[in-house]
């Protein structure tokens, strides 16, 4: 399945606006899940099945959504922010998302803000024009 | 006690699908004021229905070894009252299931004609995503189960076995 990256952005958008039960208007790349979208945690699984069932493909949980296991080390997080290596696992596990603004100050509040639309957009769109 | 919202099991298909019966009486004492003169089943005891019905079909299919929990309505929608004296087919199908969660979807139908959709999502708790710990005990199957997949399993041949359910 060959689609253009806006035709991307549109299904996902279809999806995020069944899921979290928001307006069109709402979903900008720019905008992520938790704080500007009201997405809880099990919003996550449902967006998860409901990208495999559009874009017909399979998404490990973990390669989406991967903050999670890193929030359960001491090594990976110190005084509520993460470590070099903390960082250096995050580079690995997310590597569609920017994260050079979530560097300077990486607190593990803010890592609900690295959940964008346009990280689910880049996920999807390298999972399918890549095979 | 456990609440039981649905009155027995008429076809499971492990892991894929059942179907639940739910006869609906006046003698159900909130239909006396829902509404009086004019007594329908509630919408939110319709989705209860529902999440009975697929919340054993996903626990059946991990062999009710997780805590099954309702997690989210993904959507609920009625197309006609269900009245006292109707008895209504509850049709549910696992459309995903992973280790974490399943996701399920609906149909209400009564004599052929659709009532409801409903569709939900399951957490299994202990596989939380905080690591929150709850008690060993499976609060969620208990064996009050036994009775509504008992005639379904004589007549069919499904794939649970006795005792599964006391984990």
Redesign the interface.
Known sequence: MVMSRDEVFEKVKDVLV??LSVDDDEIKPEATLMRDLGAE???F??IV?RL??AFEIKVP?EELFPA?NIL?SSELVSDGKLTEKGLAELRERLPHTDLTEFEKDPDVNKLADLFTVEAIVNFVDNKINAN | MRWIWIDKFIEFRSGESAVAVKNVTLAEEHLHDHFPGFPVMPETLCIEAMAQTAGILVGEAKNFEEKVILAKIKKAVFFDYVKPGDTIELHAKIDSITPEAAGTSGKIIRSDKLIAEIDLMFSHIDQNLAGKKFPKENFVFTGTLESLLRDVLLSSASSIKEGKEQH
């Open positions: 069944d899921a945690s099990i919003d699984l449902d099945f495999e069932k949980r999670e359960n």
